[in-house]
């Protein structure tokens, strides 16, 4: 009786801190969202002042609805008290943030699961654990609501862990979202489209390592890019099929990434949007000429949303509508 009783009260604490941040379309009928990613913040370390600056310049300029981390956020010791001054910019501006790890997130003596516990501790953190019979970390499916405040969902947002580094003897590089994460998008996706009269819903998803398609994509002379690219794109040796995975559901329309820190593109690739954030750190590690955010605006309704890059300095860059400008592209 005990134990049935516990497991109730984990599943309502999980209930509550779901819908406590419940995340819906404004009443415009829009979700504005900024991406930060390679933060690379070391708590207590003068180099990273400039990084603490443009989180908050950002979030003053784009008064967002939810801000997304996609990984290498905190890479130095303490390591909460670095999560601390991070989370705090959400926190004391009472905006819905959630997260997903990089590479470098758990080389500081603190597991994934450790800093999965951690983040999802937060106020304003709208990430859950993920189930244990999932790999890595994060890996959360967030419904976005309607304007009118009913309980339709009308967009979805996906975190996945990309993982860290190949766990194959004699294949080296970068790690990539396993088969059983995968296979876990393909029956969140299957749930959410039979509840939306088998129609795919709008959905984005965001994580850290590129896929292999990201280098395919911006390659092929035909694609349509908008941003830079300044140096080749880290992505797995391995292709594990998560791209095939988004076709086949017919849900996502775009993917946003970290990682690579001077390349800030997005390219179309087979109606897909593949796009990098806006490397937002500084110089404790390597750097773009700027930093910054990507900002990402989904429309309630429809499968389109409109993104840019904002600096520190308050420049705004190779702003886009997707799919609007790449459709009128290929026409000409």
Not at 146 to 169: E, H, P, R
Not at 197 to 202: D, I, K, M, S, V
Not at 224 to 243: Q, T, V
């Amino acid at each position: 009786m005990n134990k049935l009783f516990g497991i109730f009260i984990l599943l309502l604490a999980s209930f509550i801190h779901v819908h406590a941040q419940k995340i819906s379309f404004d009443r415009d009928g829009l979700l504005k969202i900024v991406q930060f990613t390679d933060i690379h913040y070391v708590y207590n370390d003068s180099r990273a002042d400039t990084t603490l600056l443009n989180i908050e310049r950002i979030l003053d300029a784009e008064n967002p609805d939810l801000i997304v981390f996609t990984g290498d956020i905190v890479t130095g010791k303490p390591v909460k008290e670095g999560w601390d001054a991070i989370t705090r910019f959400a926190i004391d501006r009472k905006i819905p943030f959630a997260v997903t790890l990089g590479n470098h997130d758990d080389e500081q003596g603190t597991t994934r699961t450790e800093l999965e516990n951690l983040i999802t501790s937060y106020p304003y953190n709208i990430n859950v654990a993920s189930s244990s019979y999932v790999d890595g970390v994060l890996n959360n499916v967030i419904p976005v609501y309607g304007s009118d405040n009913n309980m339709k969902i009308k967009a979805l947002l996906y975190t996945f862990d990309s993982g860290a580094y190949s766990t194959i003897q004699k294949v080296n590089g970068y790690g990539w979202i396993r088969p059983n994460i995968i296979s876990w998008y393909r029956r969140q996706s299957i749930h959410y489209t039979i509840q939306n009269n088998f129609q795919p819903l709008p959905a984005l998803a965001f994580f850290h390592i590129p896929l292999p398609e990201y280098r395919l994509a911006y390659d092929d002379a035909e694609n349509k890019r908008i941003g830079d690219k300044n140096e080749n794109e880290c992505s797995p040796a391995l292709n594990s099929g998560m791209f095939l995975a988004m076709k086949e559901m017919g849900d996502i329309m775009g993917t946003f990434v970290g990682h690579d820190h001077v390349n800030n593109y997005l390219v179309n690739y087979f109606d897909i949007a593949l796009a990098y954030g806006q490397f937002s750190g500084w110089k404790t590690t390597y750097v773009a000429p700027v930093n910054g955010a990507r900002i990402i605006v989904l429309k309630e309704n429809k499968r389109e949303f409109d993104t840019w890059i904002r600096t520190i300095d308050g420049n705004i860059q190779f702003k886009a509508t997707y799919p609007v400008d790449f459709i009128q592209s290929a026409k000409k």
